[in-house]
């Protein structure tokens, strides 16, 4: 069964910092483009961040230089480095990722929960 499990979520101080992981796991071929997002309760879901499978990165401006996207494409792993964390950051953080299994599909992740208290 091909997935997206995310960890590293948690609670975390202001100021402080996370870092979430996002596995692909089954029988996949490749591992294409990958993207962060999340979602706060009463809004809608939102932008983080995003890479390509060469490494080109995109950040959402509210969290530009506090948040840092990378992977690891020989773990089928990516990466959200969360630093300076506002309590504003607090949502359900989501993955999401282009699949090669049969051919290229979307796939999310559950989800992992991030709350920063003041």
């Known amino acids: 069964q091909v997935q997206l499990v995310e960890s590293g979520g948690g609670l975390v101080q202001a100021g402080g910092s996370l870092r979430l992981s996002c596995a692909a796991s089954?029988?996949?071929?490749?591992?294409?483009?990958m993207g962060w997002y999340r979602q706060a309760p009463g809004k809608q879901r939102e932008f983080v961040a995003g890479i390509t499978r060469g490494g080109i990165t995109n950040v959402a401006d509210s969290v530009k230089g506090r948040f840092t996207i990378s992977r690891d494409n020989a773990k089928n792993t990516g990466y959200l480095q969360m630093n300076s964390l506002k309590p504003e950051d607090t949502a359900v953080y989501s993955c999401?990722?282009?699949?090669?299994?049969?051919?290229?599909?979307?796939?999310w992740g559950q989800g992992t929960q991030v709350t920063v208290s003041s």
């Open positions: 089954g029988s996949i071929f490749s591992l294409g483009a």
């Open positions: 999401n990722a282009e699949l090669y299994v049969t051919n290229w599909s979307q796939y």
